[in-house]
C-alpha cells in the first residue's frame, strides 16, 4: 500500500513480489495435490489463485510487450505503459487479499460460538445472488427506457450544449440508476432536458418512479423477507451443519500435507524425484503413481493421532501392531476401531423395538437414555 507506482523505474520484480510468487506456487501445489473434498469455501481458495495467476500474467506482459511490440515508443510512453500494467496488477491482487478475508470464515467454524453464523452467512449469501439477479434484470430493463429519454431529440446549439445530456449512455444510466437504490439521486437532481420535449420530463418522472416503487418497495422488502425465512429455518439446523463442517474442515487438515507453502514445493520435489527413482524414471505407471500416493500419505498423515507423528511408513512394518497397541493401552482405547465392533448394535436394534412398540417392554431391559 506504501508503495508508489509512479516511483517505479523498472519492471524487474522486487524481493517482496518474489516471496509472493513463491508462496502462491506453494499454494498452487497444494490444491494441485488435494483436488476435491474441500469444504463450502473451498471454491475461495480456487478464485484467489486464478486472480493471482491472472496478476502475475499481467506483470510478464507489461515486460514483454514493451520489448516485442513497442519499438516506435519512446521510453516516457513504454513507462507509461508500464505503470499502467502494474496498476491493474495491483488491483487484481488486491481483489485475491479481498476474497483471502472471506477464507477465514472457513476456519471460523472451528470455533463453537462463529461456527453456527458462519452457516447462516453462507446460505443468506445464496439469498443474495439470487436477488441480485432478479434486480439486474429490472434494472438492465429500465437503464435502456432511461436511456432513450435522454437521447436528444433536438440540435444542440454547440458542443457545450450537448455534454449538458450526460445520461444519453447506457453506462451512465446504469450508474445512475445503481447509486438511486441508496437514495443519492432525485429526479430534480438529474440532468436538464432541454433538447427533448416538453413531455419528456413527464415521461421522466413516471419511470424513475416506477423504477423507485418496484426496487425499493418490493425488491428490497422482498430481499428482507427472504432473508429472514432463511434465518429462521437454517438457525436450528445450523448447529448441526456446523459439526459437519468442522468434521468436513478437521478432515481435510489431516489429508493435506503437513508441510506449509512454499515448503511444501521441495518436499514435493523430493518425493518426486524418490518415486522416479525407485521405478527408473518412469512416472506414468500404475505402481509409481501407487509409490507417490504412498510417500504424500506419509506427510499427509504425520500430523494424525494423539500421540505424535506416526507415518504410514511405520505402520505397514512388521512391529506396527505393537508399536499402536502401545499408543493405544497408554491412550484407554480399544485395539479395533471398525464401527461394527465399537457399537453394541444388538442394544440399539432392542431399543428401537421397545421405542416403537414392537415387542413388549417387559421382555426386554434395556436402559433408555435421559
Request: hydrophobic fraction near 50%.
Amino acid at each position: 500500500l506504501t508503495h508508489k507506482i509512479y516511483e517505479v523505474k523498472s519492471i524487474i520484480p522486487n524481493p517482496v513480489e518474489w516471496l509472493l510468487l513463491l508462496w502462491l506456487s506453494g499454494n498452487l501445489v497444494s490444491e494441485l495435490s488435494n483436488v476435491g473434498g474441500g469444504s463450502g469455501l473451498g471454491i475461495v481458495k480456487v478464485l484467489i489463485l486464478v486472480l493471482s495467476a491472472i496478476a502475475i500474467a499481467v506483470h510478464v506482459l507489461a515486460f514483454l510487450l514493451p520489448i516485442l511490440f513497442m519499438h516506435h515508443l519512446n521510453d516516457d510512453e513504454k513507462m507509461h505503459f508500464v505503470r499502467t500494467m502494474l496498476y491493474l496488477k495491483n488491483q487484481l491482487f488486491a481483489l485475491a487479499l479481498l476474497f483471502s478475508f472471506v477464507e477465514f470464515l472457513d476456519f471460523l467454524t472451528v470455533h463453537h460460538l462463529f461456527g453456527p453464523w458462519a452457516i447462516i452467512i453462507r446460505d443468506l449469501m445464496y439469498d443474495l445472488l439470487r436477488f441480485l439477479v432478479i434486480l439486474l434484470l429490472f434494472i438492465a430493463g429500465f437503464t435502456l427506457h432511461i436511456t432513450s429519454i435522454f437521447q436528444p431529440a433536438y440540435q444542440p446549439a454547440d458542443a457545450d450544449d450537448a455534454q449538458w445530456m450526460r445520461l444519453s449512455s447506457p453506462e451512465q444510466t446504469l450508474e445512475m440508476l445503481f447509486f438511486s437504490l441508496f437514495g443519492l439521486v432525485e429526479p430534480d437532481t438529474m440532468p436538464p432536458l432541454h433538447l427533448v420535449p416538453d413531455f419528456g420530463k413527464i415521461i421522466l418522472k413516471m419511470i424513475f418512479g416506477i423504477y423507485l416503487l418496484v426496487t425499493l418497495i418490493v425488491l428490497i422488502n422482498l430481499l428482507i423477507a427472504m432473508m429472514s425465512d432463511t434465518y429462521q429455518r437454517i438457525q436450528a439446523q445450523s448447529d448441526k451443519e456446523w459439526k459437519f463442517g468442522r468434521a468436513i474442515l478437521i478432515r481435510q487438515m489431516n489429508k493435506r500435507s503437513a508441510t506449509p507453502a512454499p515448503i511444501n514445493m521441495l518436499t514435493k520435489l523430493i518425493v518426486v524425484l524418490k518415486v522416479a527413482y525407485r521405478n527408473n524414471l518412469k512416472l506414468c505407471t500404475q505402481k509409481a503413481q501407487q509409490d507417490l500416493r504412498h510417500e504424500e500419505n506419509i506427510d499427509a498423515f504425520s500430523m494424525s493421532g494423539d500421540a505424535g507423528r506416526l507415518s504410514p511408513a511405520i505402520l505397514a512394518s512388521d512391529n506396527s501392531a505393537e508399536v499402536r497397541r502401545g499408543q493405544n493401552e497408554e491412550l484407554g482405547k480399544s485395539d479395533d476401531w471398525n464401527i461394527e465392533t465399537i457399537i453394541d448394535w444388538k442394544r440399539i436394534v432392542d431399543m428401537y423395538y421397545q421405542i416403537n412398540g414392537k415387542v413388549d417392554a417387559e421382555d426386554i431391559h434395556v436402559e433408555m437414555p435421559s
